[in-house]
Structures are given as structure tokens and as C-alpha cells.
């Protein structure tokens, strides 16, 4: 048999007499390493080490506790069947033939060579079990390439599905926010069609209550002392103011109010406010303001700003029938593009006003800005007042949020622009109310009621006016000669806006002053020329304040030379 080398391993257990010898030489014969061991245990040691086949002398299993080889056998991996060739005597007795039945059952992969056997058959023998524990191995390299490339592909697998887990992720959050924005939007085409419906009524109302305080007012000087009648105006002026204040709220809802917006240090108007807000929600309630010295003024108008507070404090009391905290913070806030309250980038003060009182379910929450929505009960509450912020904020470049939890309170956020320059600390200029002298007035406005009222409050303070009802009159009045000190007129005028007029007339005279009576224009950052306004409905001093402005000669020119006649150079 040629020598050639071979890795394999045969174990050899043969404890009786030099059998073990000899078919150690034999198997290096064939080629093969051998190992001998001295007993079953020993065997089993070697088998746990390394082995390719047993070579076996039956009578070194017969009546040993062939369990633990047994357990072994079992224990196999299953491309593992280790060969066992077990070397017989010539006895055939039963006991002998059983006992060989039992190996075959317990060993699994035997085969008996007859002893005395010729060299050649234990070397063949041993060889056909060495190839067949040879396709074991392949068996295992094939399991192994099959098992790595399956964990190769579970590995795929795992990192496909994470990959599609993420984008599957991302796309729920897309969509969450896409459904997030669509509602945003939905609700701001909602206010915004809430808002056009509203403010045009809005609009024509301050004109009728334009007209109606104008007359309670010229009315209000020709009663004479009679108590009874002053009561009645009074009420009646009263009831007229109430509903100026509403129509306000609704035109600062739909931003169409005129804003007189300035630097204001907000810290110091809150603080002032202190005393108002405390009697305003009663001694229930405890009043907390949380506020930096050092937070910087905002662009807004002052006195509407006030108005939103009481606003929201009020309804923060309503919130606490039984009592709670109220508390103001403000503070400086940098907000960068792209963030959920759609601000311009840039610096706001966050002004917010919180309470722990009963909160909104979402349903409430979700309407609590609509105009007219309120839970109040009809005549408690007019649903304006959160409008109203809304809008104030929004029309003042800032952002308004309100959150609300059932049972714990509400917060409300108004985010307002920081201004670009300090708080004018010039006090006011002391303008004179009353003129000693009248002046001429050429007094625009479409609405024949209005114009009317308007030119009795005119009259009645002693000036001589007027009458044209489109810009297109006042123009041929002008062209027919009249030389007035001062032209009146409303800004929302079919054809000729106020402003239009206004434009025409500063080419024909740089010099004539000009008010704009308005109670809608929405001026802002559009007009291409600084006009006095004043907004509708406006009282009698306060008309008289602005003509006083704008006229601080009058006193002394002379009376009488406003009407010539020809034409103007
Ligand atoms: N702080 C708050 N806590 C609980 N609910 C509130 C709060 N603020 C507003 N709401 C709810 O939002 C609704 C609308 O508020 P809004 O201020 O616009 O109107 P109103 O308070 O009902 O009426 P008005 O302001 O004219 O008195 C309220 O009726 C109330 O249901
Ligand atoms: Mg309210």
C-alpha cells in the first residue's frame, strides 16, 4: 500500500495483546495517522478532540457501559457520522450476536471485519470509512458556505429592512406634517374667509356708528341742563361707544384696524397694567408677572397691546371661577426659518399669559380664534376677544398660539417682532385742542350720512365746509376755485380711493393738508406717501385734535379768505 500522507486520524482501541500494534502499523501503511487509546473513556476524549474513524477490537466494548459512547454518537452534528470498523472474534453465539446488533444500533456507522483478516482487508476497510468521513467534510464545507450565505442574506435582509423601516418612517412623518400644515392652512383660509365676510360688515357699521355718534355728540351741547335728556344721550352714547369697541375688536381680528404702532417697552406696559389686571380678575385670583429688565421693546401698538392682555386675562378669570394663578412672562425669543409658527426669521419678545383654570378639550381649542365662537352663553361673552389677539399679532408681523389642556389651564403666546430702534423717550409734543379760528374745509366721502355728520362736527366748531362725495367732485370743486386750508377724506371710495385723491392733490398743491378718515385702510407699508389718519368712528375732539395738528397757524390767519373764486396757481 503506498505511503502517501494523509491528514486523517484514526483512533485505535484494541487493549488485548499487540492487536493495537499491528493495526497501527497497518493504518500507517495506508497512509493514514493513528492514535492508540487504552480504554472506552479515553476513546471518547480523543473522539471529542479529533478523529475520521475507530478502529475497534469488539472485546474492548463487549460488557463495558457503552453510554457515554452511545451519547456521543448522538451528540454528533448532523453532517457528522464518524465510521466505526469494529474487529469481530470468530464467536457466534447468541450472546455475541446481540451484543454486535446492539453496537450497530449504537454506533450507527459500523461495519465488522472478521478477524484473523488479511492486512489488505483492514486497510481497505479503513480506507473506505477515511473516504466516507472525507464526504462528511465536504458535506460540512457545503453546509457552511450555505449557512454563511444565508447569514449573509439574512444580514441583506435585516439591512433592507431597516433601510425600508427609516424611509417608511420618514414618510409617516412627511405625512404627518404635510396633514399637520393642511390643516394649519385649512384653519387660516377659514379665518381668512371668516375675516373678509366680517370685516365688510365690520366696515359698515363703524360708518353708521361714525354718524351716530357725530349727531349724539352735536346733540349732546344743544340739550341744554335738562339731567333727564343728558341721561338719555349718555346712554345712548354710551351704547354707541360699546359698539365702536366691538367693531374694533372685529376689525383687529380681520387686521384691518389702524395700528399706531411704535417701539414699546413691553416689560414697563405690563407692569402698569398690573393694577388694572389684578381689579379685573378679582382677589380670587393671584396676579404673577415673570419679566427681564432687559427684554427689548417691540413694534406695536401700544394701547391695542393693552387691550389684548385685558383680553386674555379676562378670559383666563373666566377659566378660574374659584380661583387660581394668572401668570405673564416675557421673554426673548430668536426664531429661525422654517419653524411652525411661520415667522419671518428674526428676534421676537414672547409674551405669554397662562392660567390653571379648566382648559379647552380639542374641539374647543381648535375654534377658540373664530370670531363670534364662545362658550360663554349669549350676552357673556361675544367670542371676539382671542380674534381679536390673533389678529393684532398677526397684523403686527408676530404670531399668536394658544394650548390648552382639559382640567389644567391654557397658555396663551403672543410672539411679537422686536423693533429695530428704542423706545422714543421724546415726550409728546402739547398740541392745542381748540382753534380760535375756522378754516375751510373740503370734506370727501361717498357716504351722503357720513358726510353729513361729519360736516355738522365741523360746523359746530366753527368751520366753514365743504361738501364733495367722490374724489372725482372734490377735483372739479378744486378746479372751480376753491382755496381750502384743508382737505377731509375717507379712504374706501368707489373709483377714487382717499388715497388716490390725496396723490392727485399733493401734485397740484405740495403744501395742502390732507386727513384721511379711515376706519379700514390697511395702509401699511403701502403707501407711497405719509398721510395724517384718523380712524372712524372718531368723536368730535377728537377731529378737532387733528385738525389742530395739521393747522397750528390757523389761529392767526384771517377769517373769511378761504373762498376765492378762479383758478388756483
Ligand atoms: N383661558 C381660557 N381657558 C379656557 N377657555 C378659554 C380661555 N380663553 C378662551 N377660552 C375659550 O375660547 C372661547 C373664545 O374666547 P374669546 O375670548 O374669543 O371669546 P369669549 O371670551 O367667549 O368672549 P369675550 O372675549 O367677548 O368675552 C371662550 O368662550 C372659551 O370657551
Ligand atoms: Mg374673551
Request: proline share 4%; aromatic share 4%.
Amino acid at each position: 500500500m503506498a505511503a502517501d500522507v494523509r491528514s486523517a486520524n484514526v483512533l485505535i482501541l484494541a487493549p488485548v495483546g499487540r492487536d493495537a500494534e499491528a493495526c497501527a502499523k497497518l493504518v500507517e501503511q495506508a497512509g493514514l495517522a493513528s492514535r492508540v487509546c487504552v480504554d472506552v473513556s479515553d476513546l471518547i476524549t480523543e473522539l471529542d478532540l479529533d478523529a475520521d474513524l475507530a478502529l475497534i477490537a469488539e472485546e474492548a466494548l463487549y460488557r463495558k457501559a457503552l453510554d457515554p459512547l452511545e451519547a456521543w454518537v448522538i451528540a454528533q452534528p448532523p453532517w457528522s457520522d464518524l465510521p466505526f470498523v469494529v474487529l469481530t472474534n470468530h464467536n457466534a453465539s447468541m450472546r455475541f450476536t446481540r451484543f454486535r446488533r446492539d453496537l450497530v444500533r449504537k454506533l450507527r456507522n459500523v461495519s465488522f471485519l472478521e478477524r484473523p483478516m488479511q492486512a489488505i482487508s483492514l486497510q481497505a476497510a479503513v480506507l473506505t470509512a477515511e473516504r466516507g468521513r472525507s464526504r462528511q467534510y465536504q458535506a460540512r464545507a457545503y453546509l457552511e458556505v450555505q449557512r454563511n450565505a444565508a447569514a449573509e442574506l439574512e444580514r441583506l435582509v435585516a439591512r433592507r429592512t431597516a433601510s425600508l423601516e427609516e424611509a417608511n418612517n420618514r414618510l409617516r412623518t412627511e405625512s404627518e406634517q404635510r396633514e399637520r400644515a393642511q390643516t394649519a392652512l385649512m384653519q387660516a383660509q377659514k379665518i381668512e374667509t371668516m375675516g373678509q365676510l366680517v370685516g365688510g360688515v365690520a366696515h359698515d357699521f363703524n360708518n353708521l356708528l361714525m354718524a351716530v355718534i357725530g349727531n349724539l355728540d352735536l346733540l349732546a351741547k344743544r340739550i341744554g341742563d335738562d339731567p333727564r335728556k343728558a341721561r338719555l344721550l349718555e346712554g345712548a352714547l354710551e351704547g354707541a361707544r360699546r359698539g365702536a369697541t366691538l367693531t374694533q375688536r372685529l376689525l383687529a381680528f380681520v387686521r384691518r384696524q389702524e395700528l399706531q404702532a411704535r417701539p414699546t417697552d413691553v416689560v414697563a406696559l405690563i407692569e402698569d397694567m398690573r393694577g388694572l389686571i389684578s381689579r379685573s380678575v378679582g382677589p380670587l385670583i393671584e396676579v404673577n408677572v415673570i419679566a427681564s429688565r432687559a427684554t427689548p421693546a417691540v413694534n406695536i401698538d401700544p394701547n391695542q397691546l393693552e387691550m389684548a392682555v385685558l383680553n386674555l386675562a379676562v378670559n383666563a378669570r373666566d377659566a378660574m371661577p374659584a380661583g387660581g394663578a394668572l401668570t405673564i412672562a416675557l421673554d426673548h425669543q430668536l426664531v429661525a426659518a422654517g419653524g411652525d409658527l411661520a415667522l419671518a426669521p428674526g428676534a421676537y419678545v414672547r409674551l405669554s399669559v397662562q392660567d390653571n383654570g379648566e382648559g379647552m378639550d380639542s374641539a374647543t381649542l381648535a375654534r377658540a380664534v373664530e370670531p363670534f365662537f364662545s362658550t360663554k352663553g349669549t350676552g357673556r361673552g361675544t367670542g371676539l376677544g382671542l380674534s381679536m389677539v390673533h389678529g393684532l399679532a398677526n397684523q403686527s408681523g408676530g404670531a399668536f398660539r394658544l394650548e390648552s389642556r382639559l382640567d389644567l389651564g391654557t397658555k396663551a403666546e403672543l410672539w411679537l417682532p422686536v423693533a429695530d430702534r428704542a423706545v422714543d423717550t421724546i415726550a409728546q409734543l402739547h398740541i392745542p385742542h381748540t382753534l380760535t379760528s375756522s378754516a375751510t374745509i373740503l370734506l370727501v366721502d361717498d357716504d351722503a350720512l357720513i358726510a353729513a355728520s361729519t360736516a355738522a362736527l365741523l360746523e359746530d366748531l366753527g368751520h366753514r365746509v365743504v361738501e364733495a362725495h367722490s374724489g372725482k367732485e372734490a377735483l372739479a370743486i378744486l378746479e372751480e376755485g376753491l382755496n381750502p386750508d384743508l382737505v377731509v377724506t375717507d379712504y374706501a371710495m368707489p373709483g377714487m380711493t382717499g388715497l388716490d385723491l390725496a396723490l392727485t392733490l399733493r401734485v397740484r398743491d405740495p403744501e395742502l393738508p390732507i386727513l384721511l378718515a379711515t376706519g379700514y385702510a390697511d395702509l401699511h407699508g403701502e403707501s407711497p406717501i405719509e398721510l395724517p389718519r384718523l380712524a372712524k368712528p372718531y368723536t368730535q375732539e377728537q377731529l378737532s385734535l387733528e385738525i389742530a395738528r395739521l393747522l397750528p397757524d390757523r389761529a392767526t390767519r384771517a377769517l373769511g379768505a378761504a373762498f376765492r373764486p378762479g383758478l388756483r396757481t
